[in-house]
């Protein structure tokens, strides 16, 4: 079974790295947001992806090409006339897999929308059969204006994604809608794009937990745990990329939603139950990797519990939390985790057969690298049918592509 799947995962693409194997054209136009495009094409860089960049000479005048040739270690090509390959737009549009082009002026959405090619971005969206993600920058007024909003209705129509532009402060001082979205927002857009247009996750819903839950003593106290959310948003963001819908529910958590994932948050077990009974309604695999409290306080206190002058100590008295994946009737495929301190087989068993999962992915949670907070895991996955699969220590990227690969396999 390992074999097959590790064939599966080569031909589906680099798992530690999101972007690892894609070739991406950024397109820079002349805006004075063009200098955040330098940290994007950094950010692109850092994701695994091999960055062409392509500019107009207005986009010069705010930011120079020696940028961005240092960032990626290729020529940029401003001018087609002057590029080193003869039909250079042709060429640079052959080779993407998506074209990015951040920031964007209304000027740009304009020749887009009809066609004109006046520079060497606008004739690469022309000449490109690529997914095209716009990032569009620019004064409030000029977004809020119908030749721009008739523009920017022709190219969704045309299939072209968008991500923002963000409200703020605008280079104008003037508050609105215009800001370059940020350069982090526009990577999760470009990869929730290149999953819809090829992933093998695509039209498929799939329900991930994450985190924590706080289960209150009084208005001031909880009981919780170290839960970060990082697993759990580790497979969101690897089921986006492969192009599913994707629904987490989270706990209490400080992580920003990764782009393109549907957000529940939730702070009790109950609550939890709840969001969850609502979101495997139709879903095809549920991914428990959130990690509820067993007990709740039996009655929390209306106000903060005093400290009495002679008090000794406090006793709770603590009551069972429901047990969510053995209430839950279905989801589809049903992922468990397990975090363990010692008997990882042992226990992983039990919580495999109990709670009526296809597989469970244990971890040691007291083990180096692994568990609660670390952005590495190092997981063993039992399977209901007595198979099990020893993971190294890798990102919870990784280990979430790995867990995606068994539950698609689940479906087949
Ligand atoms: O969030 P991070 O900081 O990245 O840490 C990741 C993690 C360690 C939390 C994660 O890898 C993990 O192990 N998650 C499961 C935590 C847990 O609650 O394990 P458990 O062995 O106690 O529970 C077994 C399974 O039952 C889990 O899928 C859990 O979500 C589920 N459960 C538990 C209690 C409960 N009341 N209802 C449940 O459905």
Redesign the pocket.
């Known amino acids: 079974m390992t074999d097959t799947i590790d064939n599966q995962q080569s031909a589906i693409g680099n798992r530690q790295l999101p972007l690892g194997g894609r070739r991406i054209a950024l397109g820079v136009t002349g805006s004075i947001a063009a200098y955040k495009a330098a940290d994007l094409c950094s950010k692109l860089r850092q994701a695994g992806a091999e960055v062409e960049v392509i500019m107009t000479s207005a986009a010069v005048r705010f930011v120079t090409p020696l940028t961005f040739q240092s960032l990626t270690g290729r020529d940029v090509i401003v001018d087609m006339f002057a590029a080193r390959e003869a039909e250079a737009h042709i060429e640079v549009a052959r080779r993407a897999d998506a074209l990015v082009i951040a920031p964007a002026t209304a000027d740009c959405l304009a020749n887009l929308a009809v066609g004109q090619t006046p520079d060497m971005v606008t004739l690469t969206a022309l000449a490109t059969r690529a997914p095209i993600l716009v990032a569009p920058a620019m004064d409030a007024h000029m977004w809020e204006h119908p030749a721009t909003r008739a523009n920017r209705e022709t190219l969704r129509s045309r299939g072209v994604s968008f991500v923002g532009p963000n409200e703020g402060r605008l280079a104008t001082g003037r508050m609105g809608a215009g800001r370059l979205a940020e350069p982090v927002e526009i990577v999760g857009a470009l990869r929730a794009m290149l999953g819809r247009a090829s992933g093998d996750l695509v039209g498929r819903v799939i329900v991930v ?3 924590p839950t706080q289960e209150p003593i009084d208005p001031v106290r909880f009981i919780g745990n ?7 948003f580790a497979i969101a963001e690897a089921a986006r990329d492969r192009g599913a819908r994707v629904v987490v529910v989270a706990g209490p958590i400080a992580l920003e939603t990764p782009y393109g994932v549907e957000r529940v948050d939730v702070k009790t ?1 109950a609550q939890m139950l709840a969001a969850l009974q609502v979101a495997t309604r139709e879903s095809d695999a549920l991914i ?7 007990f709740r306080p039996e009655s929390p206190a209306e106000h903060k519990i005093k400290k009495a002058d002679d008090a000794q100590g406090l006793t709770l008295a603590l009551v069972k ?6 209430t839950l009737p279905g989801g589809g495929v049903r992922v ?5 301190t010692r008997d990882l087989a042992g ?1 992983a068993k039990t ?1 495999l057969a109990a ?1 009526r999962l296809h597989f ?2 244990a ?1 040691d ?1 007291t083990a180096a690298g692994s ?4 952005e590495t ?1 190092q997981v063993t996955i039992f399977h209901d049918d007595g198979q099990v699969e020893e993971f190294p220590l890798q990102s ?1 990227y990784a280990v979430g592509h790995a867990i995606l690969d068994r539950v698609a396999a689940r479906w087949n």
């Open positions: 937990s994450a985190g170290h839960s970060t959310g990082k697993m759990g077990v428990m990797s959130a990690a509820p409290a067993d939390n429901p047990d969510i994946l053995a468990g985790f397990a975090a363990e226990y919580k709670k469970i992915v971890n949670v568990g609660f907070g670390t895991n919870k």
